[in-house]
């Protein structure tokens, strides 16, 4: 069995900082985490920053909001570059161009660091298309009957799907088409054990340290 990542979602750890703050990451930063998973909005004139919801607003505006900790709402680059170590999962939402997502994340990591995903499917497949080489994923909150498909339809490698719609089947028939599947909303070792078994690859959850990922 090998040993699946292990990514804190929203750059964790859930409850102690603001999720996708740039004390979370850092904060993860001084764990074993393997990486972290954030969100990534685009503002009304084009600006990108870490954050779940819709922005709605120009980039200054948006930079003007404070998190509960006094931090601003982060830019896409000053986030990756304090991002010093492991892989970044970019959880792309509607408001983004992947392309222009990825060009900018690219300036500041090596592409070996770097996985995008997405529920904007043909987003992704564009992405795949005009940037040949990159990781890339569709996200899908359903079980699926014929998961490969949904994985060749993008052109992606990996399907990220919520724990609770993972099996053994599903994960088997995307393995037997190239592909892999991660998984998000894991907050319980035991089950993750379990998703390992099946062959999933990397485990999102809100509590890395459970996972043995201790303070350095």
């Avoid at 994960?171 to 035991?190: F, I, K, L, N």
Wanted: hydrophobic share 45%; proline share 7%; with cysteine.
């Amino acid at each position: 069995m090998v040993k699946p990542l292990v990514l804190a979602h929203r750059a964790g750890p859930a409850g102690r900082l603001p999720e996708n703050s740039l004390a979370a990451l850092r904060a993860t930063m001084r764990t074993g985490a393997d990486g972290i998973e954030i969100d990534v909005q685009r503002s009304t004139d084009g600006r990108y920053f870490i954050c779940h919801d819709p922005a709605r607003l120009p980039a200054a505006s948006l930079r003007r909001r404070r998190l509960s900790n006094g931090e601003p709402v982060p830019y896409l680059e000053e986030f990756l570059a304090a991002a010093t170590r492991g892989l970044v999962f970019l959880d792309l939402k509607e408001t983004c161009d992947p392309v222009a997502v990825a060009d900018r994340a690219l300036a500041i990591l090596p592409p070996e660091r770097l996985f995008f995903s997405s529920f904007w499917h043909p987003g992704i497949q564009e992405l795949g298309k005009r940037r040949p080489g990159l990781r890339i994923g569709v996200t899908v909150e359903a079980r699926l009957v014929r998961p490969e498909e949904v994985l060749r339809a993008a052109g992606a490698d990996v399907l990220v799907l919520p724990a609770s719609c993972t099996d053994r089947e599903t994960v088997a028939r995307v393995r037997r088409a190239g592909g892999e599947v991660w998984c998000w909303g894991v907050d319980d070792p035991a089950a993750g054990r379990g998703l390992a078994r099946f062959g999933v690859r990397a485990l999102v959850t809100d509590h890395p340290v459970r996972w043995g990922a201790t303070a350095r």
